[in-house]
């Protein structure tokens, strides 16, 4: 069994995504040491590939085919871009995006340290583990080899052609036609990079994705959170059995979530703290998160709004600019929307039908199995182990200690993307055990992503000796 | 160091360690094809999918009797057969797959390509 293939195209997919992050990144980092660049590694692959793949969906639907050679032109233009503006801003300006704390916590002591070290070794080996079953697995998710993947072939090959991607001609279009094209465009050159067609690259760009979130949420967190405590929950997250079977099993929801995780991280980040690169980095996950499926966009906005409601108190400025975020990353997708709007697709899930009460009064039997469901895959020890639970525990705690309902913040997060699967459901016309069965699994994702992000903070904020290192 | 060797140790020989542990090294789907539910010959699916040249158009017939063998035997056609474009009626194809199906409609065949387990590709004439 040959990996020679799929090796070429992480490396040359990949390796460009990481070179556009890092062309995008150059202005705010320049100044860092090469460690302090390295350690930016997985924050710059998830950048770049959100900017790449929202100009690549744009040039689609402007009529394009997304080959590797548009591919390339735009990636090269956009590292060429990155590069001028760090060397040709001045210091003031590159100060004003830069992030405000970059130096990593210390352990206050040996012990810490040890603990630190052997959870940090541990997600290390996770990930390169991942990273391997990746390459030696097929997806197993029909959606994958039913539109996802030729959706992406049929953008490389033909571009946005619409015997494919609009209904009702003789030829057989694609479901879901509604779903936006990201993910798509990601897979069609991934495989066309492979050289043959090797579904395995499907599960090889997921390990990527979230080996490059671990990355990103180690060093988002390590200037904010001890390493005793940062450590072992990342290792949690990262030998979740349920995240490796989702790797495996090939389903964009977990892109969906990495991406809107980050976004509620750095969202709150920036209410939290004022760093216009954490804002500047909300915008973009965001963008990212719009464009992968059509849960997006709603998950996007509810995540706001409890981020905007948590952080009240903190001003106009800031309360402006995580919504100023949003909007840019909704903007970024105004072409497909465009598209979509002007040949009549409509969503999958009717908007008119979840938002008509008469239709949902006669359909209430629905709520009880999708809550029951929904709530198992969420707590379910199997799944995710008890990250949820533990989040909401956790708040309840800190929240009565420190008589803060700011505390519950997370677990209104979870709570929310909880209640918009149920609303989703009940709305939705499909057989309830079908669609429950089928999907309830990954649906939760972005929930426990978001969960699993917070707990460090939870934890570290109730552990004595916050600030001795 | 020490953790890249137990990761690459655990790749090498995964049945030397705990089953908690083995399961992390697993790849029982160590395949380029998809993995239907179905038992599908995709073999025979990538040996027609050589055959049909881009743009084409094809049909694909199945057994009605299986849903489950016909969505799959359809979608991952869909996915080896791009850039050629499916169409629903078979009088409209320039090829027409049968999966251990016969046409349901009468076609002038021009090439008849037996590629095993049942399948077969035939050029039409339209």
Redo the contacts between chains.
């Keep these: 069994?040959s990996y020679r293939g799929l090796l070429e195209a992480a490396v040359l997919l990949d390796g460009s995504l990481l070179a556009v992050g890092y062309a995008l990144l150059a202005t705010p980092l320049r100044g860092q040491p090469l460690l302090g660049w390295v350690s930016y590694s997985g924050v710059a692959f998830l950048a770049g590939a959100s900017v790449v793949g929202v100009i690549l969906c744009g040039l689609a639907v402007a009529g394009l085919r997304i080959d590797p050679t548009v591919f390339a032109v735009v990636a090269a233009l956009l590292v060429v871009a990155g590069v001028v503006a760090a060397l040709a801003l001045p210091r003031a300006a590159r100060a004003r995006v830069a992030p405000a704390s970059t130096r990593p916590l210390r352990s206050a002591t040996p012990a810490a340290s040890v603990v630190a070290a052997a959870a940090c070794?541990?997600v290390?080996?996770?990930g390169?583990?991942?990273l391997?079953?990746a390459f030696?697995?097929?997806?197993?998710l029909?959606d994958?080899?039913?539109f996802w993947?030729?959706k992406g072939?049929?953008l490389d090959?033909?571009g946005l052609d619409p015997?494919?991607f609009l209904p009702g001609g003789?030829?057989?279009a694609f479901d879901h036609l509604d779903y936006p094209l990201w993910w798509s465009i990601m897979l069609g050159l991934s495989e066309r990079l492979t050289g043959?067609?090797?579904?395995?690259v499907v599960d090889v760009e997921l390990g990527v994705f979230v080996v490059a979130m671990l990355a990103a949420a180690a060093r988002l967190l390590a200037s904010r959170i001890r390493p005793a405590v940062l450590w072992p929950c990342l290792l949690l997250l990262a030998?979740a059995p349920e995240l490796?079977r989702q790797v495996?099993g090939g389903g964009a929801d977990l892109v969906l979530a990495i991406y809107l995780a980050l976004f509620v991280l750095c969202g709150a980040l920036w209410l939290a703290e004022g760093g216009l690169f954490e804002l500047a980095l909300a915008a973009v996950f965001a963008a990212a998160a719009v464009q992968i499926k059509t849960e997006g966009p709603p998950q996007l906005l509810l995540f706001a709004a409890v981020l905007s409601v948590a952080g009240w108190r903190v001003g106009r400025r800031r309360q402006l600019g995580l919504w100023l975020g949003v909007a840019a990353a909704f903007a970024s997708a105004l072409p497909f929307l465009v598209w979509r709007q002007a040949h009549g697709l409509r969503n999958d899930i009717s908007l008119s039908h979840a938002l008509d009460p008469s239709f949902l009064a006669g359909r209430t039997d629905r709520v009880g199995p999708a809550a029951r469901a929904l709530g198992h895959q969420l707590v379910n020890p199997h799944n995710w182990f008890l990250v949820v639970p533990a989040v909401i525990a956790l708040g309840v705690i800190g929240a009565v200690r420190d008589r803060r309902l700011l505390w519950l913040a997370p677990a209104a997060l979870v709570g929310v993307g909880y209640a918009f699967w149920i609303w989703a459901n009940w709305g939705d016309t499909m057989d309830l055990h079908f669609r429950l069965s089928t999907s309830a699994y990954r649906i939760v994702d972005a929930s426990v992503l978001v969960a699993a992000l917070a707990l460090p903070f939870l934890v570290d904020r109730l552990l004595p000796g916050r600030g001795e290192g | 160091m020490?953790?890249?060797a137990?990761?690459l140790a655990?790749?090498a020989v995964p049945g030397r360690f705990p089953g908690p542990i083995r399961q992390?090294?697993?790849?029982?789907?160590?395949?380029?094809?998809?993995?239907?539910?179905a038992q599908i010959d995709v073999g025979a699916l990538?040996r027609a999918a050589r055959l049909v040249p881009?743009g084409a158009?094809y049909g694909v017939v199945v057994p009605s009797t299986d849903p489950q063998l016909a969505?799959?035997v359809r979608?991952?056609a869909?996915?080896?057969f791009?850039?050629a474009?499916?169409?629903?009626?078979p009088s409209?194809a320039d090829w027409l797959l049968r999966y251990q199906a016969a046409s349901p409609v009468p076609v002038q065949v021009t090439r008849r390509y037996e590629l095993g387990n049942g399948v077969v590709l035939e050029r039409l004439r339209r």
């Design positions: 069994m070794a541990g290390a080996a996770v390169i583990l991942l391997a079953d030696r697995s097929s997806p197993t029909d994958v080899w039913g993947l030729p072939i049929a090959r033909l015997r494919l003789s030829y057989l043959s067609l090797d579904l395995r030998v490796h495996l | 020490a953790v890249v137990v990761a655990l790749l992390l090294a697993q790849h029982s789907l160590n395949t380029p094809d998809p993995v239907p539910t990538r881009a158009t969505a799959d979608s991952i869909r996915v080896l791009l850039p474009l499916g169409v629903a009626d409209d």
